[in-house]
């Protein structure tokens, strides 16, 4: 993707995490570690989607907890506010009001094919709306924005997918207005498989390690990873290529030390524990600057406040000014009538 339009502009990234906390492996590797390449040569807007999170059903008393430790760990990973435009999708209300506007573009059918909503919706008896509508907030988010690129993870192809189809069928409906957004998917990294070495890492499956766990914390999760299960005594020869452990360690080992890891392992030199030891190692070292920098910001939660203030009020800047042609578009400002 060239990064800048015709007229020199730089082009700009639209991306969004739900507050679960503190991010883990997956939403780093996937997306977090992305964001941070992108922010110096890209017009980025980083966001943290509570309105998205409360379709999960999760209990309100620990949303704002939520949302502090995600901005703790969008910035100790090194989002700078300075680069970036770094808010919380509830303080910018234009979100839910496109979301609303683009049920009118938005076949049902085309919600109901969303693979995360088959899944979702097992959950139910009675299937809450915003699983359905989920996806049409997702492309408000990023079209508010007129965002041009989206990096996230293989999980969001889909919903990045529709984002056009709305965007296809507003333009045509009420003239040119939004961009056809692409989605960035790093395909090393589009679907880090979690500890179980079975689903998508996922905090709601249990499978993840926390990217500010302290080294211990590390051990006590990595020591629980799945390996090739037919290596059951430490003496028969391991199967690297089926084994998650290892695909991990391709993430945090340099070549050399994976290449000297793998031939041990097939020899049977080295056991499953051993090889999950220096993974843990590996990962506890590669995010000891992200647990410093989340050390200062948890002690400076005044700090943290100010860049999610600034940040929306940058946003909402951008926000007012999209939602004031989308409305003039789709008929929505009687005021004209007033000659
Ligand atoms: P969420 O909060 O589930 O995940 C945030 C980002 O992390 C990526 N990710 C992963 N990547 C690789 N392997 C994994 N195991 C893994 N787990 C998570 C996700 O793909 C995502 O990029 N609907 C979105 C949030 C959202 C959004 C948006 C994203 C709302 N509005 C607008 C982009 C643009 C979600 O639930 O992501």
């Not at 379709?55 to 901005?71: C, F, K, Q, S, Y």
């Not at 999980?155 to 296809?168: G, M, V």
């Not at 028969?236 to 050399?256: K, Y």
């Amino acid at each position: 993707m060239s990064k800048t339009d015709r007229a020199g502009r730089k082009k700009r990234v639209f991306s969004g995490m739900q507050p679960s906390g503190e991010a883990h492996l997956g939403n780093y590797l996937g997306a977090l570690r992305p964001w941070v390449e992108l922010q110096s040569e890209y017009d980025c807007v980083f966001c943290i989607v509570d309105d998205h999170a409360i379709t999960a059903g999760g209990d309100p008393a620990e949303m704002p907890a939520n949302v502090m430790d995600l901005a703790v760990s969008f910035l100790a990973v090194g989002l700078d506010p300075e680069k970036a435009i770094i808010f919380v999708q509830s303080d910018v209300h234009e979100h839910t009001e496109l979301a609303w506007l683009f049920n009118a573009v938005t076949p049902v059918g085309d919600l109901e094919r969303m693979t995360q909503y088959k899944d979702k919706s097992q959950h139910f008896e009675s299937i809450p709306a915003g699983i359905l509508n989920y996806p049409i907030l997702q492309a408000a988010d990023i079209l508010l924005y007129k965002g041009e690129a989206v990096p996230v993870g293989e999980d969001q192809r889909q919903h990045l997918e529709l984002t056009r189809d709305i965007a296809r069928k507003f333009n045509a409906t009420y003239g040119d207005t939004f961009p056809e957004t692409e989605a960035l998917i790093d395909k090393g990294v589009g679907r880090i498989l979690g500890l179980d070495g079975n689903a998508k890492m996922s905090k709601s499956l249990g499978n993840t390690v926390g990217i500010l766990a302290e080294p211990d914390a590390v051990w006590d999760r990595v020591r629980t990873a799945v390996t090739d299960p037919q290596r059951i005594r430490r003496d028969d020869p391991g199967r690297p290529e089926i084994c998650n452990v290892f695909t991990l360690h391709g993430h945090f080992t340099d070549d050399a030390t994976r290449a000297d890891i793998e031939a041990k392992c097939r020899a049977a030199e080295i056991g499953c524990v051993d090889c999950k030891r220096i993974l843990s190692d590996n990962i506890a070292d590669a995010f000891a600057p992200f647990r410093d920098r989340a050390a200062h910001f948890r002690a400076h939660p005044e700090d943290v406040r100010k860049v999610l203030d600034d940040g929306a009020e940058r946003a909402r800047g951008i926000a007012r000014e999209t939602m004031t042609e989308v409305r003039r578009k789709m008929g929505l400002d009687w005021r004209s009538a007033i000659i």
